[in-house]
């Protein structure tokens, strides 16, 4: 049932519909979750500069702070005066008003005057100094912004504070593999205001907000710009600061439930971000999900890159829009293909009606009746395949009736051909014994010295005569040898310039210009050089014949199709003269034997018929075109052979 043309274009709708359905599924889904991946991609880049925004205003309020306390006159006064008191009291205003984690006054030479903390006069003990006041002490500005401080500052300053900025770095997967197990230096927001008296620096005055396993950046960018939005029990938008590629500030939570702090960011963000300096805005794994994310360098007060700042959206709530459409495409696809068998059915009846007609009388004319009977003509294109079909039956009966009548005509040349050549044969024996001995006593006669010179003149017009008939029958002899061709490959080209070679003189002793004109990159063709080089020179003298001085004689050669198998590749060899022509009631009779139109005893009319049959025995055919006045064209086609096909594809390779 399945084989049968009506199921198969059932089938053939169905498989179009699944087809269409499928590809339509596929592109409607992709295309909604790139319009979905745009918009959150979109969005984290605006949440991205919000988060910025953020980190950025919180340096700043540090830099205005310790600006404002700087001008107090208050604070110079104790400056001044070395009033530590006064000033740690002024500190710890300043720090409370900002949530500073550090702040302290160094003096001129850089060491630490005073500071907030639990040991606020360091004295005379050796404490390092603090980059971003060495920075400020060179330009003589105020100098804010990120800043990384060592462990070893960190705890000279408070020890609590630099055990918040230890670390210890978790496995995280997708990451790039380090040997390093913890980090202790820090990530500060820092500032430094210098403290002049006319041009002399009084001292430095510093503060800062430690990032490391502080919460307040990344929640605020949480809560101002996701708004606490949730999926599936959890924060659709994340926040973190990043030390390098380890999370030491984040609301990126563990399996556990913890914060993320020590895991790091996945190898292609690190290399894209940190390493190329550029900003990443895709889909990325971070810490257990897939996000879309978007993360920018931090650069420190020295400009450079020493961590990275991250916001990101859950992925998941995406993917499950993608699911929810997928769904509903796929019932309205199946829906679709249901429908489709029953259209197609009712289609596949209505069709088919009539191309079964054309089944049933294409069984009337494969036995034998070519008048079957279509019962309607349908209208439409069947219509159509059906009068085409009665008008291919009238072509396959005129058809019929003409290779029948060629056949006959084949037949009959063929009976006539072979029957001649029996003919010619056995004349030539018969005569041509004879006929040597009649030429040989002849010539015996004609030595003798004792001849008259009529006697002697009848001898000479006897042995004239005898070679003009041992001539005929040699051409006799020649058309009705079937010889075995010696075929080789021969390059075409080489084999009409060396027969037109020997013409040349000939030419040029009758006036006339004989031109060869060689075809490009013609294959080898496997044929009998001798045989065939025979049949050229029998074609250009009789082309001789047929020109006067100042007549032009033109060999060409080339590539061709056979007129009777479109597939078929061949070598053409044309010889075109502008001579007299020949008539039209004679290129009939052109190919027979003994048929010439030369003046008695100037040619046999074998000439043309062996050239002939030695073509046809190499497959192919010879050709003759000519008007009266304008000259003649011989073309003769060779087919090639397998061997020679597969020489002209390596030579083309």
Same mark, same amino acid.
């Given at each position: 049932?399945?084989?049968?043309?009506? $199921?198969?274009?059932?089938?053939?709708?169905?498989?179009?519909?699944?087809?269409?359905?499928?590809?339509?599924?596929?592109?409607?889904?992709?295309?909604?979750?790139?319009?979905?991946?745009?918009?959150?991609?979109?969005?984290?880049?605006?949440?991205?500069?919000?988060?910025?925004?953020?980190?950025?205003?919180?340096?700043?309020?540090?830099?205005?702070?310790?600006?404002?306390?700087?001008?107090?006159?208050?604070?110079?006064?104790?400056?001044?005066?070395?009033?530590?008191?006064?000033?740690?009291?002024?500190?710890?205003?300043?720090?409370?008003?900002?949530?500073?984690?550090?702040?302290?006054?160094?003096?001129?030479?850089?060491?630490?005057?005073?500071?907030?903390?639990?040991?606020?006069?360091?004295?005379?003990?050796?404490?390092?100094?603090?980059?971003?006041?060495?920075?400020?002490?060179?330009?003589?500005?105020?100098?804010?912004?990120?800043?990384?401080?060592?462990?070893?500052?960190?705890?000279?300053?408070?020890?609590?504070?630099?055990?918040?900025?230890?670390?210890?770095?978790?496995?995280?997967?997708?990451?790039?593999?380090?040997?390093?197990?913890?980090?202790?230096?820090?990530?500060?927001?820092?500032?430094?205001?210098?403290?002049?008296?006319?041009?002399?620096?009084?001292?430095?005055?510093?503060?800062?907000?430690?990032?490391?396993?502080?919460?307040?950046?990344?929640?605020?960018?949480?809560?101002?710009?996701?708004?606490?939005?949730?999926?599936?029990?959890?924060?659709?938008?994340?926040?973190?600061?990043?030390?390098?590629?380890?999370?030491?500030?984040?609301?990126?939570?563990?399996?556990?439930?913890?914060?993320?702090?020590?895991?790091?960011?996945?190898?292609?963000?690190?290399?894209?971000?940190?390493?190329?300096?550029?900003? $990443?805005?895709?889909?990325?794994?971070?810490?257990?999900? $897939?996000?879309?994310?978007?993360?920018?360098?931090?650069?420190?007060?020295?400009?450079?890159?020493?961590?990275?700042?991250?916001?990101?959206?859950?992925?998941?709530?995406?993917?499950?829009?993608?699911?929810?459409?997928?769904?509903?495409?796929?019932?309205? /696809?199946?829906?679709?293909?249901?429908?489709?068998?029953?259209?197609?059915?009712?289609?596949?009846?209505?069709?088919?009606?009539?191309?079964?007609?054309?089944?049933?009388?294409?069984?009337?004319?494969?036995?034998?009746?070519?008048?079957? #009977?279509?019962?309607?003509?349908?209208?439409?294109?069947?219509?159509?395949?059906?009068?085409?079909?009665?008008?291919?039956?009238?072509?396959?009966?005129?058809?019929?009736?003409?290779?029948?009548?060629?056949?006959?005509?084949?037949?009959?040349?063929?009976?006539?051909?072979?029957?001649?050549?029996?003919?010619?044969?056995?004349?030539?024996?018969?005569?041509?014994?004879?006929?040597?001995?009649?030429?040989?006593?002849?010539?015996?006669?004609?030595?003798?010295?004792?001849?008259?010179?009529?006697?002697?003149?009848?001898?000479?017009?006897?042995?004239?005569?005898?070679?003009?008939?041992?001539?005929?029958?040699?051409?006799?002899?020649?058309?009705?040898?079937?010889?075995?061709?010696?075929?080789?490959? /021969?390059?075409?080209?080489?084999?009409?310039?060396?027969?037109?070679?020997?013409?040349?003189?000939?030419?040029?002793?009758?006036?006339?210009?004989?031109?060869?004109?060689?075809?490009?990159?013609?294959?080898?063709?496997?044929?009998?050089?001798?045989?065939?080089?025979?049949?050229?020179?029998?074609?250009?003298?009789?082309?001789?014949?047929?020109?006067?001085?100042?007549?032009?004689?033109?060999?060409?050669?080339?590539?061709?199709?056979?007129?009777?198998?479109?597939?078929?590749?061949?070598?053409?060899?044309?010889?075109?003269?502008?001579?007299?022509?020949?008539?039209?009631?004679?290129?009939?009779?052109?190919? #027979?034997?003994?048929?010439?139109?030369?003046?008695?005893?100037?040619?046999?009319?074998?000439?043309?018929?062996?050239?002939?049959?030695?073509?046809?025995?190499?497959?192919?055919?010879?050709?003759?075109?000519?008007?009266?006045?304008?000259?003649?064209?011989?073309?003769?086609?060779?087919?090639?052979?397998?061997?020679?096909?597969?020489?002209?594809?390596?030579?083309?390779?």
């Amino acid at each position: 049932m399945f084989y049968s043309t009506r $199921w198969r274009l059932i089938l053939g709708i169905l498989g179009v519909c699944l087809l269409v359905g499928t590809v339509s599924l596929l592109v409607g889904v992709q295309l909604l979750y790139k319009a979905f991946l745009n918009e959150a991609t979109h969005r984290v880049r605006q949440d991205l500069n919000a988060a910025r925004e953020l980190y950025n205003c919180r340096s700043r309020g540090i830099r205005t702070a310790l600006s404002i306390a700087a001008l107090g006159t208050d604070f110079r006064s104790a400056i001044r005066r070395q009033d530590t008191s006064t000033l740690i009291n002024c500190l710890r205003r300043v720090a409370g008003s900002v949530n500073l984690d550090f702040a302290g006054v160094a003096t001129a030479d850089g060491t630490t005057l005073c500071r907030i903390g639990p040991n606020p006069i360091p004295g005379q003990a050796v404490q390092p100094i603090n980059p971003i006041v060495g920075l400020a002490m060179e330009r003589g500005d105020t100098v804010s912004g990120t800043l990384v401080l060592s462990g070893e500052y960190l705890s000279g300053e408070n020890p609590a504070l630099a055990q918040r900025a230890r670390i210890e770095l978790l496995p995280t997967p997708r990451a790039e593999p380090v040997a390093e197990r913890e980090v202790a230096s820090g990530m500060a927001l820092s500032s430094a205001v210098p403290v002049f008296d006319g041009d002399e620096l009084l001292a430095v005055l510093y503060g800062g907000f430690l990032l490391s396993r502080s919460h307040e950046i990344v929640d605020t960018v949480r809560d101002t710009v996701f708004q606490q939005e949730t999926y599936g029990g959890r924060s659709i938008g994340t926040a973190t600061i990043f030390f390098r590629d380890i999370r030491i500030s984040t609301n990126v939570y563990t399996p556990s439930g913890e914060r993320a702090i020590g895991t790091r960011v996945s190898r292609e963000v690190r290399e894209y971000v940190l390493e190329k300096g550029k900003r $990443w805005t895709d889909r990325a794994f971070v810490v257990n999900d $897939w996000y879309i994310t978007a993360y920018e360098p931090i650069e420190d007060i020295f400009g450079e890159t020493v961590g990275m700042l991250y916001v990101g959206v859950l992925e998941a709530k995406y993917a499950d829009v993608r699911r929810k459409a997928l769904s509903v495409l796929i019932v309205i /696809t199946v829906a679709g293909m249901v429908l489709a068998i029953g259209l197609g059915y009712i289609l596949a009846n209505r069709i088919m009606d009539p191309v079964n007609q054309l089944i049933r009388a294409s069984t009337q004319v494969s036995q034998g009746n070519l008048s079957p #009977d279509f019962g309607s003509i349908s209208d439409g294109e069947i219509g159509v395949l059906q009068k085409t079909f009665l008008e291919m039956l009238g072509s396959l009966q005129e058809r019929d009736k003409r290779q029948k009548a060629e056949s006959e005509d084949m037949l009959l040349e063929s009976e006539k051909q072979a029957s001649l050549g029996r003919l010619a044969a056995g004349v030539a024996h018969e005569i041509n014994n004879p006929l040597t001995g009649v030429l040989t006593y002849t010539h015996m006669l004609l030595r003798r010295k004792d001849l008259g010179e009529e006697v002697r003149s009848d001898l000479q017009t006897i042995a004239e005569a005898t070679e003009r008939v041992r001539k005929i029958v040699k051409g006799l002899l020649d058309f009705s040898r079937q010889t075995q061709l010696d075929r080789e490959p /021969t390059d075409v080209n080489r084999l009409v310039r060396s027969a037109v070679s020997l013409l040349e003189n000939e030419a040029l002793i009758k006036g006339v210009d004989l031109v060869f004109e060689s075809g490009e990159k013609l294959p080898m063709v496997t044929l009998d050089r001798h045989q065939l080089e025979s049949v050229l020179l029998n074609i250009i003298l009789n082309a001789f014949d047929a020109t006067k001085p100042g007549d032009r004689i033109t060999v060409t050669t080339g590539m061709t199709l056979s007129t009777d198998k479109s597939d078929q590749k061949g070598v053409e060899i044309t010889v075109t003269d502008t001579g007299c022509g020949i008539p039209p009631e004679h290129l009939d009779k052109l190919f #027979d034997p003994f048929f010439t139109t030369k003046e008695v005893g100037q040619g046999t009319g074998l000439g043309l018929a062996v050239s002939y049959g030695i073509v046809e025995r190499h497959g192919g055919t010879i050709r003759v075109h000519s008007q009266i006045g304008q000259g003649c064209t011989f073309t003769i086609r060779l087919p090639l052979g397998e061997q020679d096909k597969s020489d002209e594809d390596s030579g083309r390779g």
